[in-house]
């Protein structure tokens, strides 16, 4: 058979892959520029010595307004729990989760897949569904978003002018704007009602909370926003202190703008925004302020839930204490790889920044006495190189990768070593130590021992990664300011020669990260391709012969992998997209096999690092998935005409028997081609075939549909339409075991021909599968049809009934089931089991890649669209 490619992505999708990384990248090289020239004149010591300078005060009053804070985020989860859910979570889980969540996000970005995550595995062990989670986080952020109209709103009636960015309005117009705000809060209060109200959007339903719970939300909002502000405000110095109007506006501006940059933590993005929208540029004491900021909001709340972490990892939280936060102990546990892949990476760019900043005179003094000046050179270099490696490892760490996991905990002992002899720096290698043990207690959580490599790391990790060298860069060339550069600088070694340090282990990462992306580039997986060996069809065809489903024949495409049962009587065909192993249907063949089968994927899976997805699984194995705890995802429902009723006779049959009468006085004949005699006629079907593609100005689909291919066709009896001896139309035919049914797959007419071409082509097919003894004629699949509209129904059924209803100007949904519900079919439901939460939507668009390779073609890839004709010809599928 001839080989047949299957692509992890489209082209479209790794070009928008490529340009996420590049957009990343260009943020984070923008907020450098715009530091470098905010920073222009400024040393290192200087930014120290602010530090040191900064009241002890200060910063009490910033830990306890950081503890108001996180009370406050953590008071968000309590409420929206409360309000979507009553009863549902205990108080100190939905706690815990809005704290820890908060605590993540905060530090890692991704507010979505940080924060998310741990909400979405605490939320579902306490009996929440997908739904209600998202309307959990939607009323969290609703709390934020309250309080950021009240505060601007507030800022702009009480004091305008102290706002920069509305003086190109009048005071009065500024007030009025406020006044706007404001009324418009007051609405939302009195639209609420004493009981809630349901707004509509569309057909998209949002629960408003009674306006109580709507005040209680404002109120944590503000909480929250001023807390956190008045962490940095009271670490800014007294003449930096502006008024609270012009404070509060640009404070809130640089967190929207630093959580939608999707770079981690806003780094950089928060910073400028807040320098700029002040007017503070140049003052070292201002960094000063803001390093401080990010350490006490940002970095300790991490530090502290990384902790407990690991003190859950190590069984140390027992007792009554564990018993209470079980729920969320095991949610928080469940993170461990993603929080261990953030620590080791942090740890990676605490080597790398130390690299490029001059050490402390009096330990090198000490290490002057003690060690050659050449190790402690090689310390240097090698202990840049060493953070690079731990940037690349944590990339494997996230995949849950026992390697990784070993090559980390080495590599980070290593680290501990080059730190203290390159210059002492205990504080470092105590933190990479840190790092080590938490690794060494998160033993369990990295278990899968692949034959993948860690080093094959993501495009978006290898942007991560550039945007921490460009960083580096900066701050090294920022802390030698002073230092006047020579050619000759990069070849002085001395004690005091730390610029030259940074210059050779500048140079070092470059090539070493030249050389990462070309291995990257050169060693992506290969484009995984099927060869059906000779013998592996003629056992595929023995299979499919006890299945009573004519999809399985799909298997015979050459375009899927398989997993056999030992006793080569049962199998599971799959195919490769992105993360995600989709499995085409259920297994087929023997009943009993079909367990262990679908297990066997899912550890497949597992172990890569992937997910295991079961596209167009019938009803009647749907116990199987719901015990794996898969999410199940209603995809339409199949039309079977039962042949021993069906006929031409009768008012409602009036079209068919046109269509079937018509094609005799045009000259339309119609004729089985055994499959030993297809391959004579298949330079007739590729040229029908081409025409109609061209026709329909589209291209081949796969996985779930077949596609010409001359190998593929000759496994089938074909039924052709000829006129005056040649074949202008053709559908290759699918026969399940047993006599149970029969159905076609390619369908292709030249156009032109004659406007009942199809129909009749269609209705002879059904005569002569009734007149073979077939019990079914499988019609396909109408996508999105049989969906709950339900109030209470799932988010994606309610969406899924939108579509259907409103969605004929790209797919004739509502059409499509008309025209098979003129057969009077029975009607059996398909389904898509899939990995539940924030693993859907990328679920989506793997399956849709698969099938049809462009976004908004995944629903409607899995049946024949009918084209519309008037009456009385029939529909004429496509």
Same mark, same amino acid.
């Given at each position: 058979?001839?080989?047949?490619?299957?692509?992890?992505?489209?082209?479209?999708?790794?070009?928008?892959?490529?340009?996420?990384?590049?957009?990343?990248?260009?943020?984070?090289?923008?907020?450098?520029?715009?530091?470098?020239?905010?920073?222009?004149?400024?040393? %290192?010591?200087? *930014?120290?010595?602010?530090?040191?300078?900064?009241?002890?005060?200060?910063?009490?009053?910033?830990?306890?307004?950081?503890?108001?804070?996180?009370?406050?985020?953590?008071?968000?989860?309590?409420?929206? &729990?409360?309000?979507?859910?009553?009863?549902?979570?205990?108080?100190?889980?939905?706690?815990?989760?809005?704290?820890?969540?908060?605590?993540?996000?905060?530090?890692?970005?991704?507010?979505?897949?940080?924060?998310?995550?741990?909400?979405?595995?605490?939320?579902?062990?306490?009996?929440?569904?997908?739904?209600?989670?998202?309307?959990?986080?939607?009323?969290?952020?609703?709390?934020?978003?309250?309080?950021?109209?009240?505060?601007?709103?507030?800022?702009?009636?009480?004091?305008?002018?102290?706002?920069?960015?509305?003086?190109?309005?009048?005071?009065?117009?500024?007030?009025?704007?406020?006044?706007?705000?404001?009324?418009?809060?007051?609405?939302?209060?009195?639209?609420?009602?004493?009981?809630?109200?349901?707004?509509?959007?569309? @057909?998209?339903?949002?629960?408003?909370?009674?306006?109580?719970?709507?005040?209680?939300?404002?109120?944590?909002?503000?909480?929250?926003? #001023?807390?956190?502000?008045?962490?940095?405000?009271?670490?800014?110095?007294?003449?930096?202190?502006?008024?609270?109007?012009?404070?509060?506006?640009?404070?809130?501006?640089?967190?929207?703008?630093?959580?939608?940059?999707?770079?981690?933590?806003?780094?950089?993005?928060?910073?400028?925004?807040?320098?700029?929208?002040?007017?503070?540029?140049?003052?070292?004491?201002?960094?000063?302020?803001?390093?401080?900021?990010?350490?006490?909001?940002?970095?300790?709340?991490?530090?502290?839930?990384?902790?407990?972490?690991?003190?859950?990892?190590?069984?140390?939280?027992?007792?009554?204490?564990?018993?209470?936060?079980?729920?969320?102990?095991?949610?928080?546990?469940?993170?461990?790889?993603?929080?261990?892949?953030?620590?080791?990476?942090?740890?990676?760019?605490?080597?790398?920044?130390?690299?490029?900043?001059?050490?402390?005179?009096?330990?090198?003094?000490?290490?002057?006495?003690?060690?050659?000046?050449?190790?402690?050179?090689?310390?240097?270099?090698? $202990?840049?190189?060493?953070?690079?490696?731990?940037?690349?490892?944590?990339?494997?760490?996230?995949?849950?990768?026992?390697?990784?996991?070993?090559?980390?905990?080495?590599? %980070?002992?290593? $680290?501990?070593?080059?730190?203290?002899?390159?210059?002492?720096?205990?504080?470092?290698?105590?933190?990479?130590?840190?790092?080590?043990?938490?690794?060494?207690?998160?033993?369990?959580?990295?278990?899968?021992?692949?034959?993948?490599?860690?080093?094959?790391?993501?495009? !978006?990790?290898?942007?991560?990664?550039?945007?921490?060298?460009?960083?580096?860069?900066?701050?090294?060339?920022?802390?030698?300011?002073?230092?006047?550069?020579?050619?000759?600088?990069?070849?002085?070694?001395?004690? @005091?020669?730390?610029?030259?340090?940074?210059?050779?282990?500048?140079?070092?990462?470059?090539?070493?990260?030249?050389?990462?992306?070309?291995?990257?580039?050169?060693?992506?997986?290969?484009?995984?391709?099927?060869?059906?060996?000779?013998?592996?069809?003629?056992? *595929?065809?023995?299979?499919?012969?006890?299945? !009573?489903?004519?999809?399985?024949? *799909?298997?015979?495409?050459?375009?899927?992998?398989?997993?056999?049962?030992?006793?080569?009587?049962?199998?599971?065909?799959?195919?490769?997209?992105?993360?995600?192993?989709?499995?085409?249907?259920?297994?087929?063949?023997?009943?009993?096999?079909?367990?262990?089968?679908?297990?066997?994927?899912?550890?497949?899976?597992?172990?890569?690092?992937?997910?295991?997805?079961?596209?167009?699984? !019938?009803?009647?194995?749907?116990?199987?998935?719901?015990?794996?705890?898969?999410?199940?995802?209603?995809?339409?429902?199949?039309?079977?005409?039962?042949?021993?009723?069906?006929?031409?006779?009768?008012?409602?049959?009036?079209?068919?028997?046109?269509?079937?009468?018509?094609?005799?006085?045009?000259?339309?004949?119609?004729?089985?081609?055994?499959?030993?005699?297809?391959?004579?006629?298949?330079?007739?079907?590729?040229?029908?075939?081409?025409?109609?593609?061209?026709?329909?100005?589209?291209?081949?689909?796969?996985?779930?549909?077949?596609?010409?291919?001359?190998?593929?066709?000759?496994?089938?009896? &074909?039924?052709?339409?000829?006129?005056?001896?040649?074949?202008?139309?053709?559908?290759? *035919?699918?026969?399940?075991?047993?006599?149970?049914? #029969?159905?076609?797959?390619?369908?292709?007419?030249?156009? $032109?021909?004659?406007?009942?071409?199809?129909?009749?082509?269609?209705?002879?097919?059904?005569?002569?599968?009734?007149?073979?003894?077939?019990?079914?004629?499988?019609?396909?699949?109408?996508?999105?049809?049989?969906?709950?509209?339900?109030?209470?129904?799932?988010?994606?059924?309610?969406?899924?009934?939108?579509?259907?209803?409103?969605?004929?100007?790209?797919?004739?949904?509502?059409?499509?089931?008309?025209?098979?519900?003129?057969?009077?079919?029975?009607?059996?439901?398909?389904?898509?089991? &899939?990995?539940? $939460?924030?693993?859907?939507?990328?679920?989506?668009?793997?399956?849709?890649? %698969?099938?049809?390779?462009?976004?908004?073609?995944?629903?409607?890839?899995?049946?024949?669209?009918?084209?519309?004709?008037?009456?009385?010809?029939?529909?004429?599928?496509?």
């Amino acid at each position: 058979m001839d080989q047949r490619v299957i692509e992890e992505r489209s082209p479209r999708w790794r070009l928008s892959a490529y340009f996420g990384s590049a957009a990343a990248v260009a943020v984070t090289v923008g907020a450098l520029w715009l530091f470098h020239q905010m920073t222009a004149g400024l040393r %290192l010591d200087d *930014i120290k010595a602010a530090i040191s300078a900064m009241p002890g005060t200060s910063i009490a009053v910033a830990l306890l307004a950081t503890a108001i804070s996180y009370c406050a985020l953590a008071t968000y989860d309590i409420v929206a &729990c409360r309000i979507v859910a009553p009863g549902k979570v205990p108080w100190h889980s939905a706690a815990l989760s809005g704290m820890s969540g908060y605590a993540f996000s905060n530090f890692l970005g991704f507010h979505l897949f940080t924060g998310g995550a741990v909400r979405f595995r605490t939320y579902s062990r306490s009996g929440l569904d997908a739904g209600e989670i998202s309307q959990v986080v939607l009323l969290t952020w609703m709390g934020l978003w309250l309080a950021f109209t009240a505060l601007v709103g507030l800022a702009l009636v009480i004091d305008p002018d102290g706002v920069p960015v509305m003086k190109m309005l009048y005071p009065a117009a500024d007030r009025l704007v406020g006044l706007a705000l404001l009324g418009a809060l007051v609405a939302l209060y009195f639209i609420a009602g004493p009981q809630g109200r349901e707004i509509r959007f569309f @057909e998209w339903r949002f629960p408003l909370p009674r306006r109580s719970m709507v005040l209680v939300q404002l109120l944590v909002g503000i909480i929250d926003l #001023m807390a956190s502000a008045a962490v940095l405000y009271v670490l800014l110095p007294a003449d930096a202190q502006s008024g609270p109007a012009l404070f509060l506006t640009v404070y809130m501006s640089a967190v929207i703008l630093g959580s939608i940059s999707h770079v981690p933590g806003g780094i950089g993005v928060f910073e400028a925004t807040l320098i700029a929208g002040l007017g503070l540029q140049g003052r070292a004491d201002i960094l000063a302020s803001l390093l401080a900021y990010r350490l006490i909001y940002y970095f300790l709340p991490f530090f502290i839930a990384v902790v407990v972490l690991a003190a859950i990892e190590a069984g140390i939280i027992r007792g009554k204490l564990a018993a209470r936060f079980v729920g969320s102990a095991k949610a928080i546990k469940a993170i461990v790889p993603p929080v261990a892949a953030a620590v080791v990476f942090i740890s990676g760019v605490v080597l790398l920044f130390s690299g490029a900043t001059p050490g402390v005179p009096d330990r090198l003094d000490m290490l002057e006495g003690w060690l050659p000046l050449t190790v402690v050179e090689s310390s240097h270099f090698l $202990g840049s190189l060493t953070g690079l490696a731990l940037l690349v490892i944590a990339h494997g760490l996230q995949r849950r990768l026992f390697s990784a996991w070993a090559a980390a905990v080495a590599v %980070l002992l290593a $680290g501990v070593v080059f730190s203290l002899i390159k210059g002492l720096d205990w504080e470092e290698a105590t933190t990479l130590a840190f790092s080590a043990l938490f690794l060494l207690l998160s033993r369990q959580a990295f278990y899968r021992r692949s034959p993948q490599r860690f080093g094959r790391i993501s495009w !978006h990790w290898l942007a991560l990664v550039v945007l921490t060298l460009v960083a580096t860069t900066w701050l090294g060339f920022f802390s030698y300011s002073h230092v006047e550069y020579s050619n000759e600088l990069f070849w002085e070694f001395a004690w @005091e020669g730390e610029a030259p340090r940074f210059l050779r282990a500048t140079v070092g990462l470059v090539v070493a990260m030249v050389a990462l992306g070309v291995a990257v580039a050169i060693n992506r997986p290969p484009v995984r391709s099927r060869r059906l060996t000779q013998k592996e069809p003629e056992a *595929i065809e023995a299979v499919i012969a006890t299945s !009573h489903d004519t999809q399985t024949n *799909i298997a015979l495409l050459g375009d899927k992998e398989f997993l056999w049962s030992p006793d080569r009587k049962a199998f599971l065909m799959y195919a490769r997209a992105g993360r995600s192993l989709v499995a085409m249907g259920d297994p087929v063949g023997d009943p009993e096999q079909a367990e262990d089968l679908v297990w066997q994927l899912r550890d497949m899976a597992d172990r890569e690092a992937g997910r295991a997805v079961f596209y167009g699984v !019938h009803p009647d194995n749907l116990p199987l998935y719901l015990d794996m705890g898969y999410a199940l995802l209603k995809l339409g429902e199949v039309a079977r005409v039962d042949l021993t009723r069906f006929t031409l006779e009768g008012g409602k049959n009036q079209d068919f028997r046109y269509a079937d009468r018509r094609a005799a006085k045009e000259g339309l004949v119609f004729e089985i081609v055994p499959r030993a005699d297809v391959p004579a006629i298949m330079d007739e079907l590729r040229q029908v075939s081409d025409i109609w593609l061209a026709e329909k100005s589209g291209g081949e689909k796969s996985f779930s549909l077949g596609y010409f291919d001359p190998d593929y066709l000759s496994h089938f009896d &074909c039924a052709v339409m000829r006129h005056e001896g040649h074949i202008v139309a053709f559908a290759n *035919i699918w026969r399940s075991g047993g006599m149970n049914e #029969m159905s076609v797959d390619l369908m292709r007419y030249r156009p $032109g021909v004659s406007k009942i071409l199809m129909d009749a082509l269609f209705v002879r097919i059904l005569l002569y599968a009734q007149s073979e003894g077939y019990r079914w004629f499988n019609l396909g699949a109408a996508p999105l049809s049989g969906l709950s509209d339900h109030a209470l129904a799932s988010r994606w059924n309610r969406m899924g009934t939108f579509l259907f209803r409103h969605g004929d100007d790209f797919y004739n949904f509502e059409g499509l089931r008309s025209f098979k519900q003129k057969f009077s079919p029975v009607w059996t439901p398909q389904y898509l089991a &899939c990995p539940g $939460g924030l693993n859907i939507p990328q679920v989506l668009l793997d399956v849709n890649a %698969l099938i049809s390779g462009g976004i908004g073609k995944f629903i409607g890839s899995g049946s024949r669209k009918p084209k519309r004709r008037p009456k009385p010809k029939v529909a004429e599928p496509a």
